[in-house]
């Protein structure tokens, strides 16, 4: 139960279990890479970007303390501050519009149409253009959560703002302790979810990749850190992850975005889409359970959520997690998750670029 590779979950370049720079020896079309990653390996050969003077500053101070990363980061962070001075529901609403810009950006804007068009193709592409407009802002209001509300107040000022759902408190209550897996999409509040699988004795433990800024990171982390849930660094994710779960606690694992390094192929909306191998590698090899979490927000403009739980795979003996199997449960993971997607589509990152990676020809 150690190794990522008895998990079926593929180490990438320089991770866990991998041998010391193999698949950078094997270059670009080495046998250890896949098909996605050598036809990027290749474009980036065949197309060398020049180097700028601000990829070299932020290569230079990447994840490191200083005055040049304080000062790139002075404007944002001071931002973030004059808005914890307002009332809640005004920085939400001050959220709101600033997220609605990203409606003004042609590619997003493109994308989220084709995505919407692809999940929602009874509706008309007003509607549609409608239900994007109001995701653009809800994506201001998860950022403005994120980081105003979130280092603003304690973590029981969020229970009575967010309200349980009957079939959720009993399934609180059913795994409380017990070591479960916890799945999401990038659907209302994600930061109301882990707040509130904490404060129910859960103990939501998450892999994130944080920012390069250090500055920027150190305040992501004790704003999730201050909601009771706890961050995993990528690197060694695999084995914290293996212990956490062993210890009794639970990971809330967002996967509905683009995956990089070795990704599996399932429908999202009908379309193949690189996805993540971890939670059902995960499921399979520990037989954890799988619950299903999302939490909306409710149509009043303040602080205020409602919270659901579904129980997606009860606990199971281990089995292998080969390829096949992995995808399979992975494809059942993205079917429960699109229905709870278009329950409240208004709610939806439509704006990610899903479909970035496409799959090898055959």
Not at 168 to 189: F, M, N, Y
Not at 321 to 333: I, Q
Request: with cysteine; aromatic share 6%; net charge positive.
């Amino acid at each position: 139960m150690g190794t990522p590779g008895g998990l079926g979950l593929r180490p990438g370049r320089g991770g866990v279990g991998d041998p010391a720079g193999r698949a950078r020896a094997a270059g670009p079309g080495g046998p250890d890479r896949t098909p996605v990653e050598r036809r990027r390996s290749a474009r980036r050969s065949a197309v060398s970007r020049p180097e700028t003077w601000r990829r070299r500053l932020r290569r230079r101070w990447k994840n490191r303390p200083g005055l040049v990363p304080w000062l790139l980061a002075a404007p944002q962070r001071l931002f973030f501050r004059l808005l914890r001075l307002l009332p809640d529901r005004a920085v939400l609403a001050v959220g709101d519009r600033l997220g609605r810009l990203a409606w003004l950006v042609p590619r997003r804007r493109e994308l989220g149409r084709r995505h919407l068009a692809r999940a929602l193709p009874c509706r008309t592409a007003g509607e549609r253009d409608r239900i994007l407009r109001r995701s653009c802002g809800h994506l201001g209001r998860a950022a403005a959560e994120a980081m105003v509300l979130w280092p603003k107040h304690e973590p029981e000022w969020f229970r009575g703002r967010i309200a349980v759902a009957p079939q959720a408190r009993e399934l609180l209550a059913a795994w409380r302790g017990r070591g479960a897996i916890v799945i999401q999409a990038h659907l209302g509040s994600i930061e109301a979810t882990s707040t509130l699988l904490a404060l129910e004795g859960l103990r939501p433990a998450t892999p994130m990749r944080l920012p390069r800024n250090h500055y920027l990171a150190r305040d992501l982390l004790r704003a999730r850190n201050r909601g009771a849930a706890e961050v995993l660094p990528r690197q060694g994710a695999v084995k914290r992850m293996l212990r956490h779960l062993g210890g009794g606690g639970s990971l809330v694992l967002t996967f509905d975005q683009n995956a990089h390094h070795k990704p599996v192929f399932v429908p999202w909306f009908g379309h193949p889409a690189a996805t993540e191998r971890t939670p059902a590698a995960l499921a399979l090899r520990t037989g954890a359970p799988v619950l299903a979490a999302w939490t909306v927000r409710r149509p009043t403009g303040g602080a205020a959520w409602d919270f659901h739980l579904a129980l997606v795979r009860d606990r199971q003996p281990p089995a292998t997690a080969d390829e096949a199997a992995v995808t399979r449960l992975t494809a059942s993971f993205h079917r429960v998750l699109e229905e709870i997607v278009l329950r409240h589509p208004e709610q939806y990152l439509w704006i990610h670029d899903r479909y970035r990676s496409r799959p090898p020809s055959p």
